[in-house]
Structures are given as structure tokens and as C-alpha cells.
């Protein structure tokens, strides 16, 4: 039996890199899932990729107009809402390299960030939870980044923003236990994980190679997680599998924040 068999999901995110995987995944594990993006052509593609059990809806996370809408289309579809992942977020670097660091920072770009990676998740939790509680459970799923775990300074609005996912997902999870639902709310935290947004640093000249292991040269794993790799993390956490986890954080980072970077020197 597939492990989401009978869900019914939304994905932020979704046209490309790591909500492209999730939502691959859902559909693999038999759930119903509505990809969500702003990239409208692009996520309207990867849905008519997965056949009749996914479907696409335009969604500005930083608009709540988008998010009623959005669940209005899940449950004129389906008519329930089990699994919401909120994975869209911005680095703040989309337009080019800007200062990003505590010192020079514009209050405007700051904001920017904030508004897609924190108002964004929180919007996402406030209507998830909306949703799910007319039957009372439920899986919310939020990706949050290894930069919410240490500081980055040269991007610091990013890291503040994913360290805000961090303990908001801890807030939800409390909130909705203490009301007596069963919605779990969990975080994901991945590192360097090989999606679109490394292109720019990688090319796809022949030294590819060599700047692929100068970005990994701190990961413990010496490589890149891959999109996918994250997809069957959250899998597990929307699944029954995980029914007595809520609040919780899990790292996929190759080992970059076990202790060490150091690795053995391999023959």
C-alpha cells in the first residue's frame, strides 16, 4: 500500500527543484496534490506530468487572497486537506548579488526575504490549519534551511527568516496539540542541496566539476544532496509513519552540522 495512498496535498513551490521532487514523490505514494508557484507555465507542466491525480493552481505565497483561493480549489476538488508543505522561499540573491550582510542590508530587500519565507509559512500554517480541522489531522510540512540553524552572514536575512520557520513550526505544533487536534507540524532543514538556484555558482563549463567540489569541500559527504533526497524525508514526516512526531527539526545536510567538517582521508 503506498504510504500517502488517499491524501489529498498542496505544495508551494512546486515548478522546479525540491517542490518538484515532493510533489513527484506524493504522487508516487498515491496522494492527490495540487502544485502551487508563481512560475505559472512551468508548474503547470510538471502537474500534467503526473497524470490525473495532480493538479495546478497559481499561488503568491505572500498574498492570503492566493492562499483562500488556493484552499477553495482543494476542496472543490477533493473536499479535504491532509498534507500542506510549505516550501517556496527566496534567498534574496534572485535578481543578482546584493548586500545581504547585518551592516549593509536594505531594509526593503530584508523585507523581501522575510515577507516570502516567513509571512509565506505563516499564512501557509494559518490556512492549513483552517483546513485540516473540520476533520481534525493532518500533516503540515515546513522547509526551513541549515541556515536556520547558524548564522550566515553574507546572507543574513535568509538565515534569519529560516531560523523564524524554525520555531514557528514549533508554535504550530503546540498550538494545534493544545486545541486537541492531530495536525503535526515538523521542519525540514536541508544544506546544499543541487536545485536551480546553484546553476549561477556551477556553470556548465568544463570546470563544473571543480566548483561543484569547492562549494561541497565542508560537507563531511564531499557532495550535494539532491532534491529528491529531501522528497523522501517529508514523505516520512506526512506520512502515519511519523504519527508521533510533531515539533521536530531534521537536518539534511551530510554531516556539515554533526561537529566537524573534517573528513577521513579517502585512498
Same mark, same amino acid.
Given at each position: 500500500? /503506498? %504510504? !500517502? @495512498? *488517499?491524501?489529498?496535498?498542496l505544495?508551494?513551490?512546486?515548478?522546479?527543484? $525540491?517542490?518538484?521532487?515532493?510533489? &513527484?514523490?506524493f504522487v508516487?505514494e498515491g496522494?492527490?496534490?495540487?502544485?502551487?508557484?508563481? #512560475? +505559472?507555465? !512551468?508548474?503547470?507542466?510538471?502537474? =500534467?506530468?503526473?497524470g490525473? &491525480?495532480a493538479?495546478?493552481?497559481?499561488?503568491?505565497?505572500?498574498?492570503?487572497?492566493?492562499w483562500? =483561493?488556493?484552499?477553495?480549489?482543494?476542496d472543490? %476538488?477533493?473536499g479535504?486537506? +491532509?498534507?500542506?508543505?510549505n516550501n517556496? *522561499?527566496?534567498t534574496?540573491?534572485?535578481?543578482g548579488?546584493?548586500p545581504?550582510d547585518?551592516?549593509?542590508a536594505?531594509?526593503?530587500?530584508? &523585507?523581501a526575504?522575510?515577507?516570502?519565507n516567513? +509571512?509565506g509559512v505563516?499564512?501557509?500554517c494559518?490556512?492549513?490549519? %483552517?483546513?485540516?480541522? /473540520?476533520?481534525?489531522?493532518?500533516a503540515?510540512?515546513n $522547509?526551513?534551511s541549515r @541556515?536556520?540553524l547558524?548564522?550566515?552572514?553574507?546572507a543574513?536575512?535568509?538565515?534569519?527568516?529560516?531560523?523564524a520557520? %524554525?520555531n514557528?513550526?514549533k508554535?504550530?505544533?503546540?498550538?494545534?496539540?493544545g486545541?486537541g487536534l492531530?495536525? #503535526?507540524?515538523?521542519s525540514?532543514h536541508?544544506?546544499?542541496? !543541487?536545485?536551480?538556484?546553484w546553476? /549561477?555558482?556551477?556553470?556548465? *563549463?568544463?570546470?563544473r566539476?571543480?566548483?561543484a567540489? =569547492?562549494?561541497?569541500?565542508?560537507? /563531511?559527504l564531499? &557532495?550535494?544532496?539532491?532534491?529528491?533526497?529531501v522528497?523522501?524525508?517529508?514523505?516520512?514526516?506526512?506520512?502515519?509513519?511519523?504519527a508521533?512526531?510533531?515539533?521536530?527539526? $531534521?537536518? $539534511? +545536510?551530510?554531516?556539515?552540522?554533526?561537529g566537524?567538517a573534517?573528513?577521513?582521508t579517502?585512498?
Amino acid at each position: 500500500m /503506498p %504510504r !500517502l @495512498s *488517499g491524501r489529498h496535498a498542496l505544495v508551494t513551490g512546486a515548478a522546479r527543484g $525540491i517542490g518538484d521532487a515532493i510533489a &513527484r514523490a506524493f504522487v508516487a505514494e498515491g496522494a492527490h496534490v495540487l502544485l502551487t508557484d508563481i #512560475r +505559472d507555465e !512551468l508548474g503547470v507542466s510538471v502537474a =500534467a506530468s503526473l497524470g490525473d &491525480r495532480a493538479a495546478y493552481q497559481r499561488l503568491d505565497v505572500r498574498e492570503e487572497a492566493d492562499w483562500i =483561493a488556493a484552499m477553495d480549489e482543494v476542496d472543490r %476538488r477533493w473536499g479535504r486537506l +491532509d498534507i500542506v508543505v510549505n516550501n517556496a *522561499g527566496i534567498t534574496g540573491f534572485e535578481e543578482g548579488v546584493v548586500p545581504h550582510d547585518p551592516e549593509n542590508a536594505d531594509l526593503e530587500d530584508w &523585507r523581501a526575504v522575510h515577507r516570502t519565507n516567513l +509571512d509565506g509559512v505563516f499564512l501557509g500554517c494559518k490556512h492549513a490549519i %483552517r483546513a485540516m480541522r /473540520p476533520h481534525g489531522s493532518g500533516a503540515i510540512v515546513n $522547509i526551513s534551511s541549515r @541556515s536556520g540553524l547558524v548564522g550566515i552572514p553574507a546572507a543574513a536575512a535568509y538565515a534569519s527568516s529560516k531560523a523564524a520557520v %524554525r520555531n514557528h513550526t514549533k508554535s504550530v505544533a503546540l498550538y494545534c496539540a493544545g486545541q486537541g487536534l492531530n495536525i #503535526r507540524c515538523n521542519s525540514v532543514h536541508p544544506a546544499a542541496v !543541487l536545485t536551480p538556484i546553484w546553476e /549561477p555558482m556551477l556553470g556548465d *563549463g568544463p570546470d563544473r566539476e571543480d566548483r561543484a567540489r =569547492a562549494l561541497t569541500a565542508d560537507t /563531511p559527504l564531499r &557532495r550535494f544532496g539532491t532534491p529528491e533526497e529531501v522528497a523522501s524525508v517529508v514523505v516520512l514526516l506526512a506520512s502515519d509513519e511519523a504519527a508521533y512526531m510533531t515539533g521536530s527539526e $531534521i537536518t $539534511i +545536510d551530510g554531516g556539515l552540522l554533526a561537529g566537524s567538517a573534517a573528513t577521513p582521508t579517502q585512498e
